[in-house]
């Protein structure tokens, strides 16, 4: 009977040690409201002199030839057969992307090795983009690219400035826009008038980095990922405490990018059309010594018109000059490429020229593989080096097919010639049947031939150039954006709201912990 009554005892005791905690604590109620003051405070300087982070974002599709096939405006070209490519891996184009040489040429393109900051009451401030003076450097010494400098701009007035160096011994006066020299370089410093420069500005501190430690800066702090494993679609993120500077950086990053690609696709086209070229120049002095001997022909024998006297056999004869002429162009396709092939033997990075309208093919299809891994030991190389397996399984697939080539192309050859001599030989049976022709009209035939052939070769090569420099123009980008770099109104850190409630916390916590040890001991 009496358990309920000591339980309510107890209770009500528990309460009247709650309160008289309470009220002990109350009594400091001036150490709480110091404790968060100060704390708000200093919430508030470290919010006003703490550089805001500002975050870009941007979406891109890496086009796979075979995810994709080939765009919608490139169909118009299907039928020339240039539209070759192999297909690309996502995670070796994020590795690119990343990759020293393409950020490397953003920094350069940016000039972000080289910055501009505005004094400050505590802290400097950026002023990328609004610098009232903009530094060329003429003649860069390499110390302006593997050693970190500063310098200081006093700007006097519109015609001259003050150069102090970084420990402000060195004060020197200059004029704008002429050509100054300095301990790691020629520069120009040049007066812009930017609407945006503040009027109260005198001087600006000029900041250089090296082009290395930028590389390896960029690298750890931009951030590339593919939407999920099975996209093609990969999202750019930076952060930076100037907003345009991440938002260039990221679109420069993307348009370096496919320009590094562009220029690999359009490697094979340009091997083709200097092989092309090389052929015709060669071409063109045989059809021009067989026009001239054409002409010395009619000449000396004043002839201007032979009439055919046997038109059924004539006709046989002109279908096989048509089969030798067409042979004889395949023969020296094959010829050139086998040439082309031992040639480059010792050089395993050169492609080979593609879309020459070689009937076999098995060796057009093998020149495709073969050119397509070499662009991929090319891409490979940029991310691993030679020891790296991918890499050493690639060069072995390369030896294996240029072995397999040469020896197709000499096959070839050979079936070729055992072709035009047959062809020829049947040329000469046919020739033994005409009665009646006079000698002077199978002499005229034979170099009527030679101009045939050699003409004939000649409108083929300059027809598969003109594709070549279609497919050379119509060469299209790596990557698709989706959404261009874009950067917040508002900072991503420090977070405003957080840091107030946690100095808050902090502001109460602190005295708690201080009045409860000294009523402790």
Same mark, same amino acid.
């Given at each position: 009977?009496?358990?309920?009554?000591?339980?309510?005892?107890?209770?009500?005791?528990?309460?009247?040690?709650?309160?008289?905690?309470?009220?002990?604590?109350?009594?400091?109620?001036?150490?709480?409201? =110091?404790?968060?003051?100060?704390?708000?405070?200093?919430?508030?300087?470290?919010?006003?002199?703490?550089?805001?982070?500002?975050?870009?974002?941007?979406?891109?599709?890496?086009?796979?030839?075979?995810?994709?096939?080939?765009?919608?405006?490139?169909?118009?070209?299907?039928?020339?057969?240039?539209?070759?490519?192999?297909?690309?891996?996502?995670?070796?184009?994020?590795?690119?992307?990343?990759?020293?040489?393409?950020?490397?040429?953003?920094?350069?393109?940016?000039?972000?090795?080289?910055?501009?900051?505005?004094?400050?009451?505590?802290?400097?401030?950026?002023?990328?983009?609004?610098?009232? &003076?903009?530094?060329?450097?003429?003649?860069?010494?390499?110390?302006?690219?593997?050693?970190?400098?500063?310098?200081?701009?006093?700007?006097?007035?519109?015609?001259?400035?003050?150069?102090?160096?970084?420990?402000?011994?060195?004060?020197?006066?200059?004029?704008?826009?002429?050509?100054?020299? !300095?301990?790691?370089?020629?520069?120009?410093?040049?007066?812009?008038?930017?609407?945006?420069?503040?009027?109260?500005?005198?001087?600006?501190?000029?900041?250089?980095?090296?082009?290395?430690?930028?590389?390896?800066?960029?690298?750890?702090?931009?951030?590339?990922?593919?939407?999920?494993?099975?996209?093609?679609?990969?999202?750019?993120? =930076?952060?930076?405490?100037?907003?345009?500077?991440?938002?260039?950086?990221?679109?420069?990053?993307?348009?370096?990018?496919?320009?590094?690609?562009?220029?690999?696709?359009?490697?094979?086209?340009?091997?083709? @059309?200097?092989?092309?070229?090389?052929?015709?120049?060669?071409?063109?002095?045989?059809?021009?010594?067989?026009?001239?001997?054409?002409?010395?022909?009619?000449?000396?024998?004043?002839?201007?018109?032979?009439?055919?006297?046997?038109?059924?056999?004539? @006709?046989?004869?002109?279908?096989?000059?048509?089969?030798?002429?067409?042979?004889?162009?395949?023969?020296?396709?094959?010829?050139?490429?086998?040439?082309?092939?031992?040639?480059?033997?010792?050089?395993?990075?050169?492609?080979?020229?593609?879309?020459?309208?070689?009937?076999?093919?098995?060796?057009?299809?093998?020149? !495709?593989?073969?050119?397509?891994?070499?662009?991929?030991?090319?891409?490979?190389?940029?991310?691993?080096?030679?020891?790296?397996?991918?890499?050493?399984?690639?060069?072995? $697939? &390369?030896?294996?097919?240029?072995?397999?080539?040469? #020896?197709?192309?000499?096959?070839?050859?050979?079936?070729?010639?055992?072709?035009?001599?047959?062809?020829?030989?049947?040329?000469?049976?046919?020739?033994?049947?005409?009665?009646?022709?006079?000698? $002077?009209?199978? $002499?005229?035939?034979?170099?009527?031939? #030679?101009?045939?052939?050699?003409?004939?070769?000649?409108?083929?090569?300059?027809?598969?150039?003109?594709?070549?420099?279609?497919?050379?123009?119509?060469?299209?980008?790596?990557?698709?954006?989706?959404?261009?770099?874009?950067?917040?109104?508002?900072?991503?850190?420090?977070?405003?709201?957080? !840091?107030?409630?946690?100095?808050?916390? =902090?502001?109460?916590?602190?005295?708690?912990?201080?009045?409860?040890? &000294?009523?402790?001991?």
């Amino acid at each position: 009977m009496n358990q309920p009554y000591n339980s309510n005892n107890m209770d009500v005791d528990d309460t009247i040690n709650i309160r008289a905690e309470i009220e002990n604590y109350l009594m400091y109620w001036k150490w709480f409201v =110091l404790g968060v003051f100060v704390s708000l405070v200093s919430a508030f300087l470290y919010l006003r002199y703490t550089p805001s982070q500002y975050s870009a974002k941007s979406v891109v599709l890496i086009k796979e030839s075979k995810k994709g096939g080939i765009s919608a405006e490139m169909k118009a070209f299907e039928d020339l057969g240039i539209l070759g490519g192999s297909t690309n891996n996502i995670d070796n184009e994020i590795e690119i992307i990343k990759s020293r040489k393409i950020i490397g040429e953003v920094i350069k393109k940016l000039k972000l090795n080289i910055s501009y900051f505005s004094p400050g009451r505590v802290i400097e401030t950026e002023v990328y983009r609004n610098s009232p &003076i903009l530094v060329e450097f003429i003649n860069k010494d390499s110390l302006l690219f593997d050693k970190d400098t500063s310098f200081t701009i006093g700007l006097i007035d519109s015609q001259k400035f003050e150069l102090i160096s970084e420990d402000g011994e060195f004060k020197k006066e200059y004029f704008f826009n002429k050509k100054t020299e !300095i301990n790691f370089g020629s520069l120009k410093v040049r007066r812009l008038n930017n609407k945006k420069n503040s009027a109260n500005t005198k001087n600006i501190r000029v900041q250089i980095k090296s082009i290395n430690s930028l590389i390896d800066y960029y690298q750890k702090i931009v951030s590339i990922s593919p939407v999920n494993k099975n996209s093609s679609v990969i999202n750019l993120s =930076l952060k930076g405490t100037v907003k345009n500077k991440v938002v260039d950086f990221l679109n420069e990053l993307v348009f370096i990018y496919n320009k590094d690609a562009i220029s690999d696709k359009s490697q094979v086209s340009k091997k083709t @059309k200097d092989f092309i070229d090389e052929r015709l120049e060669i071409i063109g002095e045989d059809l021009s010594n067989i026009n001239n001997k054409l002409k010395n022909f009619k000449t000396k024998n004043n002839i201007t018109n032979v009439e055919a006297e046997s038109t059924l056999i004539l @006709k046989t004869l002109s279908e096989n000059n048509t089969k030798i002429v067409e042979t004889t162009i395949q023969l020296n396709l094959v010829r050139a490429l086998n040439k082309e092939l031992i040639n480059n033997s010792s050089n395993e990075e050169s492609f080979l020229a593609t879309n020459l309208g070689l009937e076999d093919q098995s060796i057009a299809q093998t020149i !495709i593989t073969y050119n397509t891994l070499i662009s991929d030991r090319n891409r490979l190389l940029r991310t691993a080096s030679k020891l790296n397996p991918q890499v050493i399984n690639v060069l072995e $697939q &390369i030896r294996g097919l240029k072995s397999s080539l040469n #020896q197709s192309l000499k096959n070839s050859e050979k079936s070729l010639e055992l072709t035009l001599k047959n062809l020829k030989a049947e040329d000469s049976k046919i020739k033994s049947r005409i009665s009646g022709v006079p000698l $002077q009209e199978l $002499q005229l035939h034979d170099i009527r031939l #030679q101009q045939e052939i050699t003409s004939g070769l000649y409108s083929y090569l300059l027809r598969k150039k003109e594709e070549t420099d279609i497919s050379l123009a119509v060469t299209v980008a790596n990557a698709k954006i989706i959404d261009k770099a874009y950067g917040g109104e508002f900072p991503v850190s420090p977070k405003k709201n957080i !840091i107030y409630l946690a100095a808050l916390l =902090l502001g109460v916590l602190v005295p708690f912990v201080i009045i409860y040890l &000294i009523n402790l001991f």
